[in-house]
T-cell receptor, first 110, second 115 residues
Framework: KNQVEQSPQSLIILEGKNCTLQ??????????LRWYKQDTGRGPVSLTI?????NTKSNGRYTATLDADTKQSSLHITASQLSDSASYIC?????????FGAGTTVTVRA | GAVVSQHPSWVICKSGTSVKIECRSL??????MFWYRQFPKQSLMLMAT?????????EQGVEKDKFLINHASLTLSTLTVTSAHPEDSSFYIC???????????FGPGTRLTVL
């Protein structure tokens, strides 16, 4: 069964601090892995997309890593801002379907 | 670029009525559109996949007669929740793509509340 597991379920950080979110998957075959940011009551917005051969991809203060051998990915948020408060969803695509993680809810406090 | 809109953004209806939600790709032609449902604190669940001009493909457990999907053009797909009941209350999100599994662009979602 294709599964995507994210951890932690939620976290609270102080503004300006860094944090790392984890994603483990069992999806096979693998096409690409995506990280989305979803603000409350809004649709997901793409942060990064990585294929099998990519290990790291950045988008501003967001840096995603991928280890296709261990089927793990992480999303690192640098110098967090209040606007980073959102749910971060890991999505893994195979040849015909997307598998969604449950998301990590990040709360940034001043 | 790659903007997807949904209308309405929220809707409240009485039990037994039907509700139509529109999904539009504003600046690109979408060969495939997807409809998702999201319950509070849960991830998105795919309901159906629709290609322009053909019947939608529904996920297991999704009633095709209750959730009618029409993808009449390359920029518009509609989801009609027929005879809505309180358990249909949810956040409905569409996405659109030109290349099904390279990139999907999500709409802002529609909050449906059935009283």
């Amino acid at each position: 069964k294709n599964q995507v597991e994210q951890s932690p379920q939620s976290l609270i950080i102080l503004e300006g601090k860094n944090c790392t979110l984890q994603c483990n998957y069992t999806v096979s075959p693998f096409s690409n892995l995506r990280w989305y940011k979803q603000d409350t009551g809004r649709g997901p917005v793409s942060l990064t997309i990585m294929t099998f051969s990519e290990n790291t991809k950045s988008n501003g203060r967001y840096t995603a890593t991928l280890d296709a051998d261990t089927k793990q990915s992480s999303l690192h948020i640098t110098a967090s801002q209040l606007s980073d408060s959102a749910s971060y969803i890991c999505v893994v695509a195979n040849d015909y379907k997307l598998s969604f993680g449950a998301g990590t809810t990040v709360t940034v406090r001043a | 670029g790659a903007v997807v809109s949904q209308h309405p953004s929220w809707v409240i209806c009485k039990s037994g009525t039907s509700v139509k939600i529109e999904c539009r790709s504003l600046d690109f032609q979408a060969t495939t559109m997807f409809w998702y449902r999201q319950f509070p604190k849960q991830s998105l669940m795919l309901m159906a996949t629709s290609n322009e001009g053909s019947k939608a493909t529904y996920e297991q457990g999704v009633e095709k007669d209750k959730f009618l999907i029409n993808h009449a053009s390359l920029t518009l797909s509609t989801l009609t929740v027929t005879s809505a009941h309180p358990e249909d209350s949810s956040f409905y999100i569409c996405s659109a793509t030109t290349d099904s599994y390279n990139e999907q662009f999500f709409g802002p979602g529609t909050r449906l509340t059935v009283l």
